[in-house]
């Protein structure tokens, strides 16, 4: 199983980026998906998750800026993020779960002017 994220990027305070996480090596259907993200010097964090009848929890700290989705199909989770904050630069890193629980590489989000 391998989890391959991408999206990550710099981008000013206000602005927007979306996340994308694909999984493959997968032939069975996933419980869960979802993002954590980890700053310099802090614990990972749950940012969001996505149940696999589309349920969607969120960190108090990224309620009404940023949405999770899916496509259950493709095995794919994406992270739409907006309004975003320097207190948002982190790297991201998404998974994938039935059981066990597998996690892409990571990809790095900096918020700044």
């Known amino acids: 199983v391998q989890l391959q994220a991408s999206g990550g990027g710099l981008v000013q305070p206000g602005g927007s980026l979306r996340l994308s996480c694909v999984a493959s090596g997968i032939n069975y259907s996933l419980n869960f998906m979802g993002w954590y993200r980890q700053a310099p010097g802090k614990q990972r964090e749950l940012v969001a998750t996505?149940?696999?009848?589309?349920?969607?929890n969120y960190a108090d700290s990224v309620k009404g800026r940023f949405t999770i989705s899916k496509d259950s199909a493709k095995n794919q989770v994406y992270l739409q993020m907006n309004s975003l904050k320097p207190e948002d630069t982190a790297v991201y890193y998404c998974?994938?779960?039935?059981?066990?629980?597998?996690w892409g590489q990571g990809t790095l989000v900096t918020v700044s002017s």
């Open positions: 996505i149940s696999s009848g589309g349920s969607a």
């Open positions: 998974y994938a779960q039935r059981v066990l629980r597998y």
